[in-house]
């Protein structure tokens, strides 16, 4: 087990059940997100564009967790573990750099308001989405447990 997943289990994350309803609700905040992101983009509120722009993002990863059964209450962990269906090659984009850039820009410029611009392609987080609905419509039992395997 990679030592990042072994610390996100001691600081609590966890396999649950698998729960299709709770992952097709973090889908729906994923896409509500998207859609108040792109209410607000003409606001050049930098801070709450990183903050809707890395919602949508984290939402959609944690709609897979919840598929999978993984209850991980870290952000950092929640990025582990989808570095992980990357490795395993389940998600086949590269989704965790992109999580991982977002959630500091949103961390810089709502925590530490650096107003850094916010760069908002909303067709990039469409297809983003539409990839997330794809996984959470044709994973497999089998890679579902190959995951859970590779956590326990």
């Known amino acids: 087990m990679d030592d990042k997943i072994k610390w996100c289990k001691e600081k609590g994350m966890k396999l649950i059940d698998s729960n299709n309803n709770l992952a097709e609700e973090y889908y729906q905040n994923a896409e509500e997100t998207l859609r108040v992101?792109?209410?607000?983009?003409?606001?050049?509120?930098?801070?709450?564009?990183?903050?809707?722009?890395?919602?949508?993002?984290?939402?959609?990863?944690?709609?897979?967790?919840?598929?999978?059964?993984?209850?991980?209450?870290?952000?950092?962990?929640?990025?582990?573990?989808?570095?992980?269906?990357?490795?395993?090659?389940?998600?086949?984009?590269?989704?965790?750099?992109?999580?991982?850039?977002?959630?500091?820009?949103?961390?810089?410029?709502?925590y530490y308001l650096k107003n850094r611009p916010v760069n908002i392609e909303s067709k990039s987080l469409s297809d983003l989405l539409l990839n997330i609905r794809n996984l959470l419509d044709n994973i497999t039992k089998g890679q579902i447990n190959q995951i859970r395997e590779k956590i326990k």
Do not use: P
């Open 37 to 110: 992101m792109n209410k607000i983009k003409d606001t050049g509120s930098n801070m709450w564009l990183a903050t809707q722009k890395y919602y949508t993002e984290y939402f959609a990863a944690y709609s897979l967790l919840m598929k999978i059964g993984i209850k991980s209450e870290i952000h950092s962990c929640t990025i582990e573990v989808i570095k992980l269906l990357e490795s395993e090659k389940i998600i086949n984009f590269n989704f965790s750099c992109r999580l991982e850039e977002d959630k500091e820009l949103r961390i810089d410029n709502q």
